[in-house]
């Protein structure tokens, strides 16, 4: 954060539902934000835990500007399955934990999550960028070595 504070100013935003390190406290579903704000995004590990991922994927798309971009970011448990997997009537944690790998997620995503990202309304570029690096710098870096980063670009 730190970094990204000192290269872009006031116009580095972080947000959160209940983090005090966040600049700006918000619910996902509900981005306190006008359409066309933002050049990027930038959502690690979110999306598993919001009630309703494609409104908030949604939200997300709505205050980028035209040609912005964004990454979403959320994890992937092998082996993985055709389809996201959610249960809104799983609400016990140690049952939510069986099922989603975690007691606070309420999704576990398949592979058809760059399809719910364009659902979303976003162009989606999956990106295995990964797999041109050596593995002293996945090492180096701590990198997942296989990861698709999901690039989102808003549609015009």
Not at 8 to 29: C, R, W
Not at 65 to 72: D, S, Y
Request: proline share 5%; glycine share 4%.
């Amino acid at each position: 954060m730190k970094a990204f504070e000192k290269q872009h100013g006031d116009n580095y935003i972080t947000a959160d539902i209940e983090s005090p390190l966040a600049k700006v406290k918000m619910d996902v579903h509900q981005i306190p934000f006008d359409d066309n704000t933002f050049d990027a995004a930038m959502c690690n590990h979110v999306m598993e835990h919001v009630e309703d991922d494609i409104r908030a994927m949604s939200e997300i798309c709505r205050v980028l500007k035209p040609e912005g971009w964004a990454i979403l970011q959320v994890p992937f448990f092998s082996p993985l399955a055709d389809t996201t997997f959610e249960d809104k009537t799983i609400i016990d944690p140690i049952d939510r934990e069986k099922a989603y790998g975690q007691d606070d997620h309420v999704r576990l995503y398949g592979k058809d999550y760059p399809d719910r990202l364009r659902k979303a309304g976003f162009k989606v570029i999956e990106d295995r960028f990964i797999d041109e690096l050596g593995s002293e710098l996945i090492k180096k870096y701590a990198l997942p070595a296989n990861e698709t980063i999901y690039f989102c670009k808003k549609k015009i």
